[in-house]
């Protein structure tokens, strides 16, 4: 008898630890699911009175007394520097974009940008895949930069460099018209 109340124990010890096994995975699937906070629209919030009192817009009387504070602000006021076209008609911070478009108008890739402080070197491939190149050079007075360009392996056409730099030069001049904000430099452009 004693080792049928053993064997007993042992199968009691069994169904205890399966059913307690059963029981903390039913437990951690509801609890996981149930931890999920529901969407905001869904969770039916309610507002405190002191925050029912809050407005969430504006009303029409509220933004006329905002637009005539700020008119009454704006009244005296002189801009410091209004957005305007490039003083001596170019900007130096125009130059990359300008030869993107530049590049596209005479149908050539820009291939290689090779930034210095004072200057840009554009590597570019012509549509019939010869090489090209322009130099861009801050020049420190009223003209701003200077451009050189050659196209060829021995720059031997002439007529597609001048193309070239008779493109950048339209399309920093494009630049420069467009009003812009004055930044620091342009003004020693």
């Known amino acids: 008898m ?15 630890i399966s059913a307690g096994i059963t029981a903390l995975s039913v437990c951690i699937l509801l609890g996981s699911c149930a931890s999920t906070p529901p969407p905001a629209a869904a969770s039916d919030l309610r507002l405190t009175p002191e925050e029912q009192t809050r407005k969430l817009t504006l009303t029409a009387s509220d933004q006329r007394r905002i637009r005539k504070t700020l008119v009454e602000l704006a009244a005296g006021h002189i801009p410091v520097s209004p957005p305007g076209p490039a003083l001596l008609g ?3 911070r125009d130059v990359p974009l300008a030869m993107f478009y ?35 050079r801050r020049t420190g007075d009223d003209t701003v930069y200077e451009a050189r360009a050659s196209i060829g392996r021995f720059d031997d056409d002439i007529a597609a460099s001048e193309a070239l730099a008779a493109a950048f ?21």
């Open 102 to 136: 530049a590049a596209a108008e005479v149908e050539m890739a820009i291939a290689r940008t090779v930034v210095q402080a004072d200057s840009y070197a554009f590597s570019l491939r012509t549509v019939d895949d010869r090489p090209g190149r322009i130099v861009v």
């Open 90 to 92: 170019v900007r130096w």
């Open 169 to 189: 030069d339209r399309q920093m001049r494009a630049f420069g018209r467009k009003r812009q904000l004055a930044h620091d430099g342009d003004y020693v452009d």
């Open 2 to 16: 004693k080792t049928d109340r053993k064997y007993m124990s042992i199968r009691h010890l069994r169904q205890f």
